[in-house]
T-cell receptor, first 111, second 118 residues
Framework: DAKTTQPPSMDCAEGRAANLPCNHS???????VYWYRQIHSQGPQYIIH???NNETNEMASLIITEDRKSSTLILPHATLRDTAVYYC????????????FGKGTSLLVTP | GAVVSQHPSWVICKSGTSVKIECRSL??????MFWYRQFPKQSLMLMAT?????????EQGVEKDKFLINHASLTLSTLTVTSAHPEDSSFYIC??????????????FGPGTRLTVT
């Protein structure tokens, strides 16, 4: 799986948009970008994934650059409950293998 | 979405004893489950891949005789930490892939089990 680079931590004010960047410059053509998050002392939770088009669901938006070397996860209106570690993972879809978690970004949403 | 449960959610055991952690897929049959370990302020590290009806595949550096994995049914995988020591204290998390899903994002995580060895 391609390696990803994320900032170790970020702060965001409640109600504002949280933009979490991820660099994946060595991504291959068949690799997807997945985002998971882990709230303290809980199991990881799937957020969103994409290949090359921007994606949006009820939780977040995923913006992937045209060259696919980086992406941004956007939480449009962050709440205190969004405080968590966010993991960007790059891998082929349907590979059947475990997820390779990097260090992620620790997002702190403040009142 | 699909649900994966773990039991117990936390356990305290004495050094030298063994402890069993269960991982269940509640509304789907999982041919493959994964076991992760997470130390404080660190990321999840894959320990082993558990396949129903066959031996687990362990990651490098994980002692298979110490961390016994049994995946005897399509909805249950167990991890037994044998002769536990304080350094085995960690947060153990399982995940399961829903085989009905065409993509890998349908991998569901359990809530984790906090093991403390005294």
């Amino acid at each position: 799986d391609a390696k990803t680079t994320q900032p170790p931590s970020m702060d965001c004010a409640e109600g504002r948009a949280a933009n979490l960047p991820c660099n994946h410059s060595t991504i291959s053509g068949n690799e997807y970008v997945y985002w998971y998050r882990q709230i303290h002392s809980q199991g990881p939770q799937y957020i969103i994934h994409g290949l090359k088009n921007n994606e949006t669901n009820e939780m977040a938006s995923l913006i992937i650059t045209e060259d696919r070397k980086s992406s941004t996860l956007i939480l449009p209106h962050a709440t205190l409950r969004d405080t968590a570690v966010y993991y960007c993972i790059v891998r082929p879809s349907n590979s059947g293998y475990a997820l390779n978690f990097g260090k992620g970004t620790s997002l702190l949403v403040t009142p | 979405g699909a649900v994966v449960s773990q039991h117990p959610s936390w356990v305290i055991c004495k050094s030298g004893t063994s402890v069993k952690i269960e991982c269940r897929s509640l509304d789907f049959q999982a041919t493959t489950m994964f076991w992760y370990r997470q130390f404080p302020k660190q990321s999840l590290m894959l320990m082993a891949t558990s396949n129903e009806g066959s031996k687990a595949t362990y990651e490098q550096g994980v002692e298979k005789d110490k961390f016994l994995i049994n995946h005897a049914s399509l909805t249950l995988s167990t991890l037994t930490v044998t002769s536990a020591h304080p350094e085995d204290s960690s947060f153990y998390i399982c995940s399961a892939r829903d085989p009905r899903s065409p993509t890998d994002y349908e991998q569901y995580f359990g809530p984790g089990t906090r093991l403390t060895v005294t």
